[in-house]
Nanobody, 123 residues
Framework: QVQLVESGGGLVQAGGSLRLSCVGS????????LAWLRQAPGKQRQFVAG????????SYADSVKGRFTISRDSTKNTVYLQMDSLKPEDTADYYC????????????????WGQGTQVTVSS
């Protein structure tokens, strides 16, 4: 099991940017598939972006393609989510998740989770 800690959330105006960070501890993230997911009030948790640590292969939800970028830094054991051109509908709690086997869009398949960081985008 790996411990994940997110940071970087906050309040931003529409059109602005934020960068979320997810630091892994207890184990190196190199064998893992990582993902960012989000949950807006009253809605189900949904996939935002994913990355295979080893290959760097990435995937994105249609709603964030071209605006969000997921990346990783091996030296810091950290995965990032750069969020540009933010919209009010991006407002949610953002979670980092990891799994040794699963790489996909289903939140329930990810084994390890961080505590989340809140992102609020004002119009």
């Amino acid at each position: 099991q790996v411990q994940l800690v997110e940071s970087g959330g906050g309040l931003v105006q529409a059109g602005g940017s934020l960068r979320l960070s997810c630091v892994g501890s207890g184990r190196t993230l190199s064998p893992y598939n990582l993902a960012w997911l989000r949950q807006a009030p009253g809605k189900q948790r949904q996939f935002v972006a994913g990355i295979k640590w080893g290959s760097g292969l990435t995937s994105y939800a249609d709603s964030v393609k071209g605006r969000f970028t997921i990346s990783r830094d091996s030296t810091k054991n950290t995965v990032y989510l750069q969020m540009d051109s933010l919209k009010p509908e991006d407002t949610a709690d953002y979670y980092c998740a990891a799994d040794l086997r699963y790489y996909g869009t289903s939140p329930r398949e990810y084994a390890d989770w961080g505590q989340g960081t809140q992102v609020t985008v004002s119009s």
